[in-house]
């Protein structure tokens, strides 16, 4: 478990070193508009996640048992 994670670490940040080297080099910076992207598609799941509780009234919330 902790190669895969330092594994997808790894690829993660060198993938944004090589985005901004790319944008450098080429004095162009309008492709780090999907680097928002990273920021962007985890916020569904940051707002709206509840952690399900066997001690729990409620099983559901806004219908999402579990999350993300």
């Known amino acids: 478990m902790a190669m895969t994670i330092e ?6 940040s060198s ?6 080297l790319a944008c450098a080099i080429y004095n162009n910076w309008w492709p ?5 992207m ?3 598609v985890p916020m569904p799941c940051l707002f709206f996640w509840r952690r399900v509780n066997s ?3 409620q099983s559901r919330w806004w219908g999402m048992d579990q999350r993300c």
């Open 7 to 12: 594994g997808l670490a790894f690829m993660f």
């Open 15 to 20: 993938s944004i070193l090589l985005q901004i």
């Open 32 to 36: 780090m508009l999907s680097a928002l």
């Open 38 to 40: 990273y920021v962007l």
């Open 55 to 57: 001690f729990s009234s």
